[in-house]
């Protein structure tokens, strides 16, 4: 049978009769094929590359579906290490095979299947772990300190997929359920890895770790997205596998690695090492504590790092917008952590936060007119996207909400006025009107979401009376913007007023609110609102000219009334 189509319908009929769970093959049968099917990858290292992973594909599926099976008190399907140790000691090409017999393994113990109950899976997928799993992780660490230390040779093209094979097979390992619970794959991002006590031993050595940034630093990129997810995992190792201490000698080894990827940042270029470089970095805060990392010996330099690429990054809007969550992400837990930090370290946010939140503002801004000018899809037009990064910018920018509050209403003063002269000339360009209404757009939603993060403990009159000052300007360009409804108006502007409102209601309207708040008092000197019932009247005013004037309009209208409901349900008339 020399056809590798032949080959591959062969195997895929055997894959599924060994899967069915009426009528199953005898164990003897069972055992038969498994052999024939080691035999035959042993003695045809060369076959077509997916007959080999239908084979494989097979051997793991009777493995796994007869993991409880005995015959003369022995577990037949478990020696896997002795079944594929003399791959491993023979050819490039066999040690492929090998690594891969094992990384496909793992995989489909990992997973759940449909036509065999979960019980059934769970105990198999436990046993595998206990006898296991850890032997393999260790082999895979040990071939790869082994290549590592060969000088790889990455001209030869075997060499490279034993590489690859080898990372899949150790991200495998690392990334396995281990106490099932991960049927959700959408939320793994911030999850801890439950690393099984009796993995210590690879965790307190540090070699382990040393192992993944030396290989980061020595393949070539194309390689080390994989280098940096194991990273990712091994980072998100569960904290109670350490003690106090050894937690933090682990943390300082993670963070000396993340500084010189830092120093090193060529590889960086590619969007998949940056995008898994960006998860590595969210890690650090969503495992450790503020003042865990304060207290590792190169903060200072590793958080200055951090800020100008976090800065880099958010500059460069168009640039995977997907991996700039992971960033906002770690800003956001560790200004949130900043009221609880206890440590005499200085954590120097004070410094670093105003930067990213000054960078995120004005890259936003500055690209509104590169989208008008060159066609390019605008980042508004995602309003899922945009409302997850103003959450996260809502926290980073209450961090020293003085330089952000003199920051924005700085840049909204210089719209607004370009934004009325242009309204007032007879010769202005609709680009520029354009322009001008899309930094606005922006600049009411950035609005909306810091007044949005004011948190009731920690704000003080001051920051109320900063509210204030935006709300005003927020109000006035909405009484120029509803004045011109009748000839025109701007939805994506309209929605980010919405959106404004909202976050407005939430903090300052219904009970729970001081009615002596500073914000009223500057609504009062500027606008004449003096109390909350006048401020209201400026909602339902809005209200009524929304239904008026965007009664065609979809998402407003729908928002309007959302925010007419919330009105109506949060306020005891």
């Avoid at 701007?490 to 002596?516: C, H, P, T, W």
């Amino acid at each position: 049978m020399n056809s590798s189509y032949s080959q591959l319908l062969a195997a895929t009929c055997l894959t599924k009769l060994v899967s069915r769970t009426n009528n199953p093959l005898p164990l003897e049968q069972r055992i038969d094929i498994r052999n024939y099917v080691l035999n035959y990858l042993a003695t045809r290292p060369k076959l077509a590359s997916f007959v080999t992973q239908a084979l494989i594909q097979l051997y793991a599926r009777i493995t796994k579906l007869g993991w409880f099976d005995c015959q003369k008190d022995e577990y037949v399907f478990r020696n896997v290490i002795t079944d594929v140790t003399r791959f491993l000691q023979d050819s490039v090409e066999h040690c492929i095979i090998g690594v891969t017999i094992l990384s496909q393994l793992t995989n489909e113990i990992n997973q759940a299947d449909t036509t065999h109950p979960l019980t059934k899976h769970r105990k198999i997928a436990s046993s595998f772990r206990d006898s296991s799993l850890f032997d393999i992780f260790t082999l895979s660490c040990n071939l790869l300190k082994q290549a590592s230390g060969k000088n790889l040779n990455l001209n030869d093209e075997s060499q490279h997929g034993l590489l690859m094979q080898l990372l899949k097979l150790t991200h495998n390992c690392l990334n396995f359920d281990f106490i099932g619970t991960s049927t959700d794959e959408s939320s793994d991002d911030l999850c801890t890895v439950q690393i099984p006590t009796s993995w210590r031993s690879a965790f307190l050595d540090s070699s382990t770790l040393q192992l993944f940034f030396d290989l980061y630093h020595s393949i070539p990129p194309t390689f080390s997205p994989l280098v940096l997810s194991c990273l990712v995992q091994i980072a998100s190792v569960r904290r109670s596998l350490f003690n106090n201490a050894e937690r933090a000698k682990f943390l300082s080894h993670l963070v000396d690695g993340v500084k010189r990827i830092l120093e090193n940042p060529q590889s960086l270029s590619d969007p998949n090492n940056y995008h898994e470089f960006c998860r590595l970095l969210a890690r650090l805060k969503s495992n450790y504590q503020l003042g865990e990392l304060v207290k590792v010996e190169n903060y200072p330099e590793v958080i200055r790092l951090i800020a100008n690429f976090t800065v880099t990054s958010l500059q460069h809007w168009e640039f995977a917008p997907n991996s700039v969550h992971y960033l906002l992400s770690l800003w956001q837990r560790l200004a949130a952590s900043v009221p609880y930090v206890k440590a005499t370290e200085p954590h120097m946010l004070e410094t670093y936060t105003p930067e990213v939140t000054k960078a995120y503002i004005t890259s936003r801004l500055e690209s509104v007119h590169i989208i008008l000018r060159d066609g390019l899809e605008d980042p508004l037009d995602d309003t899922g996207l945009v409302q997850q990064q103003l959450d996260q910018l809502s926290t980073i920018g209450r961090c020293e909400y003085e330089k952000t509050c003199a920051l924005l209403v700085q840049l909204f003063d210089q719209s607004a006025q370009t934004y009325q002269e242009l309204l007032q000339s007879a010769t202005a360009i609709p680009v520029d009107v354009a322009v001008q209404e899309g930094r606005l757009t922006w600049l009411v939603y950035i609005i909306g979401a810091v007044i949005g993060g004011r948190v009731s403990f920690a704000s003080t009159d001051e920051q109320d009376a900063m509210d204030g000052e935006l709300v005003c300007r927020v109000l006035q360009l909405m009484n120029l913007t509803d004045s011109r409804l009748a000839q025109a108006g701007n939805e994506k502007l309209e929605l980010a007023m919405l959106s404004f409102f909202e976050q407005f209601r939430k903090i300052y309207i219904g009970d729970q609110v001081q009615k002596s708040s500073k914000l009223y008092r500057r609504l009062s000197e500027v606008l004449g609102l003096n109390d909350e019932t006048m401020v209201l009247s400026v909602f339902i005013g809005k209200i009524i000219t929304n239904l008026k004037y965007w009664g065609r309009c979809e998402p407003i209208t729908s928002k309007t009334l959302q925010l007419l409901n919330d009105l109506s349900i949060g306020y005891p008339f």
